[in-house]
């Protein structure tokens, strides 16, 4: 069992409690976070150990039920954690040796500081002025009162590492073998003009794939 302190929740966010378990996308990491200060693994202790990116990372229901048992907190319905399928996913992925490498925040703060970061960094720095290793690549929790994908690492994070980029053989190095890995913006057309200077492209939104080292014989 876990034993935390008795939290008095504004009503505001006894409202949103009650309803964010009926859907787990409506989940507010913002409250549980931010206001009542509990820490990541509190919930998702699984990560710990966790070695394959299908492992189910969600918090158990006594977890929950610890605080949301109409004392602490207000009653809420688990349902969804048992019967929400773990999402497929394209790459591989070891939670449990992440952990152990030491503060990943740090280490992503310090590649955006001197500009070894691979694509776009807009938004990215001010969510990284903190030491939580988790939320180094689930950044910006606190804000939120949903989980989407914007809560996931994404591919530029995982590159301050993983930096030896040689497109395409590198790719099945974490992705899955049959993933579809071209945009879906790659089309006919793109592949005609995206050299011509017509498409006004976002270069930064291309590194991660390409790196800064990538010739046209990459693909050509």
Not at 38 to 44: E, K, N
Request: hydrophobic fraction near 35%; charged fraction near 20%; charge should be negative.
């Amino acid at each position: 069992m876990v034993l935390l302190k008795r939290v008095w929740i504004p009503l505001v966010s006894v409202l949103l409690v009650t309803d964010v378990f009926g859907t787990e996308s409506r989940f507010s990491h913002q409250l549980h976070i931010k206001q009542v200060g509990i820490d990541c693994l509190v919930c998702h202790g699984a990560a710990v150990t966790s070695k394959v990116v299908e492992d189910r990372n969600l918090p158990k229901k006594n977890i929950c039920l610890s605080c949301h048992n109409g004392g602490i907190a207000p009653n809420v319905d688990t349902t969804w954690l048992t019967e929400r399928e773990v999402e497929k996913r394209t790459f591989h992925f070891n939670h449990e040796f992440h952990l152990k490498l030491g503060n990943v925040t740090a280490v992503i703060r310090a590649a955006l500081d001197d500009g070894r970061y691979l694509g776009e960094s807009l938004g990215v720095r001010r969510l990284l002025n903190h030491d939580n290793a988790c939320q180094g690549c689930h950044r910006g929790l606190e804000e939120t009162n949903s989980v989407t994908e914007s809560s996931l690492p994404s591919m530029s994070d995982c590159l301050v590492c993983h930096s030896e980029i040689d497109n395409p053989f590198s790719c099945e190095e974490c992705h899955l073998p049959g993933s579809t890995l071209k945009p879906v913006d790659h089309t006919r057309e793109f592949v005609d003009l995206h050299s011509t200077g017509k498409l006004n492209l976002n270069k930064a939104t291309c590194l991660p794939c390409h790196g800064t080292n990538f010739s046209c014989m990459g693909c050509h």
